[in-house]
C-alpha cells in the first residue's frame, strides 16, 4: 500500500511539473499500465476534441544536446570537449541525465522519478539471461556494448561526474557505473529525432517557418537509435555502432541541418509516455508557430483514429518497423510473430585474407561496393519459391526489375529461369559470387574486363560493369552454395546452446506465462487415481523475449535456409542443361 501510495504521489508531482512549464493535456491523461510496460498515455473524456491534439508539450522542455551545453553546471565544462570533438551529442544527453539523476535538488526532479529504474533490454540481464541469448547476433553485441560503455564511464564519465557534483556542493554522493548505464538506457527508449524550426535551434536568427513534421518515435537519429539502430542488422552507423559489426540501430547525425529545420535527438517529458504498437493511434508533430497547437515551438501528440478513442484506451505511437532484434536491443521488449522480423547475415571481412587469389578478390569487392552482410525481411519470403500466403503483385514486379537489370553482358549466360522468385538481395549476391569465384572464373573476370577497358586501362570500369563481368563467369551456384553454407553455420550457431526452434515452443508452452503466478501450482493430472500438480515457476520477462527472439531468428533461419537450397539446385541443374 505505502509503495502504491508514493507512486501515486510521484505522478501527481510529475503532472503539476508538466502543467508548471507549460505542458498541456487537452485529450488524455498519463498513468500507471503495469509492471510490465510502466506508465502510459490514456484518453480522457475530453478525448474527441474536434482537432485532435491529445498532448501539447513546449520543446523549451526537452532535454536535448543544446540545453546541456547551456547548463550553469554541465555547460563550461561540456563546450570545450564538444568543440574539440572528444564527445558527442549522445554523450552530452547521458551525461546529463547521469548527474540529474544525482543531484538533490534537480529542477528534473519530478521527471527523473518517473522513469524506470532497470530496462528490459540485454545491458540489464543477469548473467543467467544473458546466456539465453548465446548464439544469436544480440549476444555478442551486448558484450561489446557493455565493455565499450564501461571504459566510457571510467575513462570519462567517472571523474567528471564527481567533479559536477562537487561544484554543485555536494561532495557525498557517489556516482556508480549503474547510474551511467540507467542514461544510457533511458537515452535509447525515450529519445525522438526531433525536426526543430531553424529558429529555435539557433534563435539570433530571425526565420519563422510553419514547421508541423510528423515523425515516429525512434532513437534512429535506426534506429536506426536499429537498432537500431548500433543495431540491428547490418549497416553500418554513425556514432551508435557497435564495433565487430554485430549490430546496428538505423544512425544518423544527431544534428542535421536541412533547410528550415535541424534535426536534433531530445527526450521530451510526456510525449515519451507514449508506448509502441503496431497500429498506431496517435502520432507527434512540431508546431513551429503555434498555428495548430497555438503553442508556437512545441511538440504535440495528434489523433490518427477517424472516430474519437473510447475513455480510458491508451493512446499508443509507432516506433517504427522493427525487428524482435533490434525492439529487444533498444526498448527492452519483444513482439511474438514480429511482421517485422528479420535476420541478418555476413561473410567475416577477416576471413577474406584466407581466400585464394585474396588481393585480386579484394579489389574485385572495392570496385563492386561490396556488401559484407545484408538483412533479410520476414516479407521476402511472401515473394519466394515457398511463400506462407499469396505473394504480392506489386512487390514481385518490384523484385523482378530490380534483378532482371543486373544480368547482362555477352549475353552468352542465360538469365537464371528462378530469378523473379529469388528472395536474397543482389548486392549480397555479387559479394558471395566474388568470394567464391574459382581460379579459371576470376582469370575470365580479368579477361572480360580488359576487352572492355583496354590492356592499357584507358579508363576503370564502372561498378555495373565489373558486377556484370562477374556474373558472367561465375553464375549463381557458387554463391547459393556460399549462402547455404553461412546459414548453416547460423543455425548451428543458433542451436548450440537453446536446440531446435521446437524446444523453444515447448519452454513457451510448457513454462507458466509471465504474467502468471510465480511459484504457484498450475496445472493438475489425474495420475492412478490421485490429482498431481506441476509445479512451474514464473518465467522472466527477459527470459521469455530472449526466447522469443531466438525462436524467431531460428524460424527465419530454418526458411531462408530452405529458399537457398532450393534455388541452388536450380542453378546447378541450369548449369548442367546448358552444359549438355
Known amino acids: 500500500m505505502a509503495n502504491q501510495e508514493e507512486a501515486t504521489a510521484r505522478l501527481e508531482r510529475f503532472l503539476q511539473w508538466l502543467q508548471v512549464n507549460g505542458a498541456e493535456l487537452r485529450g488524455c491523461n498519463i498513468k500507471y499500465c503495469d509492471s510490465d510496460k510502466g506508465c502510459g498515455v490514456y484518453s480522457t473524456t475530453d478525448a474527441s476534441a474536434s482537432d485532435g491534439v491529445l ?41 546529463f541525465l547521469t548527474v540529474e539523476r544525482l543531484l538533490k535538488n534537480s529542477s528534473w526532479k519530478p521527471y527523473l522519478d518517473m522513469l524506470p529504474t532497470t530496462f528490459g533490454n540485454p ?11 548465446r548464439g544469436t547476433t544480440l549476444f555478442r553485441a551486448t558484450e561489446l556494448q557493455k565493455k565499450s560503455l564501461l571504459s566510457l564511464y571510467n575513462g570519462k564519465v567517472k571523474d567528471l561526474v564527481k567533479k559536477l557534483l562537487i561544484l554543485d556542493g555536494d561532495s557525498e554522493s557517489e556516482v556508480s557505473f549503474e547510474d551511467f548505464l540507467w542514461a544510457n538506457s533511458v537515452f535509447w527508449t525515450r529519445a525522438l529525432n526531433i525536426p526543430l524550426p531553424h529558429s529555435f535551434v539557433f534563435p539570433q536568427i530571425n526565420e519563422v517557418q510553419d514547421n508541423s513534421l510528423s515523425m515516429e518515435k525512434s532513437s534512429e537519429a535506426s534506429t536506426d537509435h536499429g537498432c537500431s539502430k548500433e543495431m540491428i542488422n547490418g549497416k553500418d552507423v554513425q556514432k551508435s555502432e557497435v564495433k565487430g559489426n554485430d549490430i546496428e540501430v538505423n544512425g544518423a547525425d544527431l544534428m542535421s541541418e536541412q533547410k528550415d529545420t535541424v534535426w536534433v535527438e531530445g527526450l521530451v517529458p510526456g510525449i515519451d509516455f507514449c508506448n509502441h504498437d503496431l497500429k498506431a493511434s496517435a502520432t507527434w508533430e512540431v508546431d513551429g508557430t503555434g498555428s495548430v497547437t497555438g503553442v508556437p515551438f512545441s511538440m504535440y501528440l495528434l489523433s490518427a483514429v477517424q472516430s474519437s478513442f473510447p475513455i480510458e484506451k491508451e493512446i499508443c505511437i509507432s516506433y517504427g518497423n522493427k525487428g524482435n532484434e533490434e525492439l529487444l536491443y533498444l526498448y527492452g521488449f519483444v513482439i511474438d510473430n514480429n511482421p517485422d522480423d528479420y535476420l541478418m547475415v555476413h561473410y567475416p571481412v577477416e576471413a577474406i585474407e584466407s581466400l585464394p587469389f585474396s588481393d585480386s578478390k579484394s579489389q574485385l569487392l572495392e570496385a563492386q561496393k561490396a556488401e559484407m552482410r545484408c538483412l533479410l525481411h520476414k516479407s521476402l519470403l511472401d515473394h519466394g519459391f515457398f511463400p506462407a500466403g499469396s505473394p504480392k503483385a506489386k512487390g514481385k514486379d518490384a523484385c523482378k526489375a530490380v534483378k532482371t537489370c543486373n544480368y547482362s553482358w555477352s549475353g552468352q549466360r542465360k538469365t537464371p529461369s528462378y530469378v523473379d522468385k529469388l528472395v536474397f538481395p543482389e548486392d549480397f549476391l555479387t559479394t558471395l559470387r566474388t568470394i567464391a569465384m574459382l581460379e579459371d572464373e576470376l582469370f575470365k573476370v580479368s579477361s572480360l574486363l580488359e576487352e572492355l577497358v583496354g590492356t592499357e586501362g584507358e579508363r576503370q570500369p564502372s561498378e555495373a560493369e565489373v ?47 509471465i504474467t502468471g503466478c510465480p511459484k504457484e501450482f498450475i496445472r493438475g493430472d489425474t495420475v492412478n487415481g490421485s490429482r498431481e500438480w506441476c509445479s512451474c515457476k514464473k518465467m522472466s520477462r527477459n527470459k521469455w523475449s530472449s526466447i522469443v527472439y531466438r525462436r524467431g531468428q531460428k524460424q527465419l533461419t530454418r526458411l531462408f535456409l530452405k529458399e537457398a537450397e532450393h534455388a541452388l539446385q536450380l542453378s546447378l541443374s541450369e548449369v548442367s542443361a546448358n552444359q549438355s
Open 123 to 133: 545491458l540489464w540481464f543477469t548473467d543467467d539471461e544473458l546466456l539465453e541469448l
Open 467 to 513: 558486377r556484370a563481368a562477374v556474373w558472367e563467369a561465375c553464375g549463381d551456384s557458387g554463391a547459393l552454395q556460399l549462402l547455404v553454407d553461412l546459414l548453416h553455420v547460423k543455425m548451428t550457431n543458433l542451436e548450440e546452446y537453446s536446440g531446435t526452434e521446437d524446444c523453444d515452443t515447448e519452454l513457451l508452452d510448457r513454462e507458466a506465462h
Open 55 to 95: 498532448l501539447v508539450v513546449p520543446l523549451n522542455l526537452a532535454i536535448t544536446p543544446m540545453r546541456v551545453l547551456q547548463d550553469p553546471l554541465l555547460g563550461s565544462e561540456c563546450r570545450e570537449m564538444f568543440t574539440e570533438g572528444e564527445v558527442d551529442d549522445r554523450f552530452l544527453m547521458n551525461l
